[in-house]
Structures are given as C-alpha cells and as structure tokens.
C-alpha cells in the first residue's frame, strides 16, 4: 500500500502535505464484518504544504476521527466504506489551519494467497479552519484509484509487500488534477507480538492534467510501531522525499520526522 494511501489525509504530492502515518495493516485473511471507530492525532516536523506557496517548512499536528464499515461480500471479496473528519494544525499560525472532510468506498479482491487487488473511490475537502459554510474551501477532489499488493513471508517475522496504484484526481481547483502512478515496495520485521518494525519505498510520477506539470518523486520511510493492546497502538516515523518537477519553483527534496497515536475500536 503506498505510504501515504492513509492520507489523501492531506494530500500525497508536491504543494501538500505530506502524511508521516503508515497505511493500516491489511490482513492477509479478509476479517469478518465489522464496524470499526478509528481516531488518530499526530505531530511531526519539517512536512511541506502549498496553497499557493511552494513550500512551508512547520511543526504540524493532526487529529482525526473515522468511522470504517469493512463487510465481507463473499470469502474473498471485501466491501470498504469510510466516514472521516479532521484538523490540520500549523504551529507557524492559524492563517495556514485547515480542516478536512473524507469519504471513501472501495472493493478489496484477493486474487490468490499472495495477490490482492483493490477499485475504490474517495472524496476529500479540504477547508480553512472551521466548517461554516462560508469558510474558505481550499481544495474539494474526487479521485478513483487501483492498487494491486502481493505479500510474501521472507522468514520467520519478515514479509515483503510489494505495491502498484494508479489513480486519477479530479480537483478543484483544477491545477490540482492529475493521473499518478505509484510503484514501490515495504519490508515489516515483527520483533516482537507487539512490536513492528518497517522499511519503505516508493516511486510516484505525477502527470497534472490541467497544467504543464510532471512530477518523479521517491519516498522513503522508517517506522516502528508499538501496541499498547489490541486497540490502541503509537508509532515513529521518519520519511525522505526527494525527485524533481517540471515546475523550477517547486523543490521536492523534504525531511519529516514524527509520532502518532491511535485508536482503532470494533463498534460491532
């Protein structure tokens, strides 16, 4: 799953920011129906966002709360159906806050033991700080996306999780559309029941559909996450971004640093 999958939390590309939150872990085995209410708050330095900037170097937080339906349609074919709202939160000052809006609806396939494949849909809004209807909307996109991930068992607490997603944003404002390709790749090494470790990379390239922008961005991650119990978990992360565009004002070259707390509860 690519890193920042979690995310269109705040956008995945150059002039957004860049979310330090590894993808949930998917189980190889689809669960049972479920309804789940997940909340998350995060802090984490050195990330980038532009409206109209290039770039804004801050120490930023964000919260959010989710609530995610995950019903099996058969034995290997899963329903996922999302509900989130969220803050951004800028030390640097209020003038950069925002808050967010998703949905999302996906059908998660598993092709064999090792293959899963994944269609879905999500929305995401972006606005100044505060939901009135006259807050400033900063960003609304609607983006269709196909992931393919095959998973394999190295040794004894090593899995390799190779990823490919292809997915097309239709935004508002338009210079925001764009058709991305992903390609990368996650090595996880359990040290213990309760303690994850993991390396990641990925390749993104950036075709924008409305402006004359391309973007090649790498990725790479280190985190470690350690559960508290069944529902509550904290992890560490530290993510690299560098690559280039087709646009000189932009310098894609960014260092992030940050942890992050979560909840994830079974409603039923």
Known sequence: MPIDEQEETSGDSLGEVIPLTPADDENDELPSSI????????????????????????????????????P??????????????????????????????????????????????????????????????????????????LNLEYKESLAENLYINPFYQFKARFADPTDRSRLSHTLGTELKYNLASNVETALGYQLTLDDYTKISRFDTIHRLKADVTYRINQALFVTGLVAYQFGSSSDDALDPENLSVGIEFGLDLPLF
């Open 35 to 70: 309804v789940q209410l997940k909340a998350r708050t995060a802090s984490f330095t050195n990330s980038s966002i532009a409206l109209k900037e290039p770039e804004i170097s801050d120490n930023i937080s964000t919260a959010s709360v989710a609530l995610e339906a995950t």
């Open 72 to 145: 099996n349609l058969t034995s290997s074919t899963q329903l996922i159906a999302s509900a989130e709202a969220g803050i951004i939160r800028f030390s640097r000052g209020a003038v950069f806050d925002a808050d967010t809006m998703k949905f999302g609806a996906a059908v998660r396939q598993r092709l064999n033991e090792k293959i899963f494949g994944q269609l879905g849909w999500n929305y995401v809004q972006l606005k100044n700080r505060g939901f009135n209807l006259d807050d400033k909307r900063l960003l609304q996109q609607n983006s269709v996306y």
